[in-house]
């Protein structure tokens, strides 16, 4: 699926998603990524949703977002309570969807003007 961006925001935008691969700035990415509206785009040490981590959460939080969008891949999955904890004790909104959601929500988002992290499980094909 392309995605559309605006060219004028100067953001990171997601310009197109699918099996094993998401585009941003319409570069491809074939493993998980973390990145904000205005920052940098890098590598999240993801390899599924079962292998998330309280760590993975907390370097999240490090980035202070005003939101957190959490793709799960293929598939909208909701991590343990435990795990989420992190987010909020540091008062900091998350949504949770499947990974191609994720990717439509964070553009929407950011051509809104908000600071938004997305935190993205790209799975393999």
């Known amino acids: 699926m ?3 961006s605006d060219p004028h925001s100067g ?16 570069t491809p990415y074939s493993h ?11 590598q999240w040490p993801v390899q599924s949703f079962e292998a998330l981590e309280a760590s993975h959460f907390a370097q999240m939080v490090d980035l202070k977002p005003e939101l957190i969008l959490i793709g799960t891949g293929s598939r909208q999955r909701f991590p343990s ?21 994720a990717c439509r929500t ?20």
Do not use: C, H, W
């Open 81 to 101: 309570p435990e795990l989420l904890k992190t987010l909020i004790s540091a008062k900091i909104g998350f949504e949770i969807m499947d990974s191609q959601a």
């Open 106 to 125: 964070y553009n929407i988002l950011v051509g809104e003007g908000r600071q938004v992290l997305l935190a993205l499980i790209v799975e393999a094909n």
């Open 2 to 4: 392309k995605l559309q």
């Open 11 to 26: 953001a990171n935008t997601i310009t197109g998603y699918g099996p094993g691969y998401v585009e941003i700035n319409q």
């Open 32 to 42: 998980a990524v973390l990145m904000s509206s205005d920052g940098a785009i890098s």
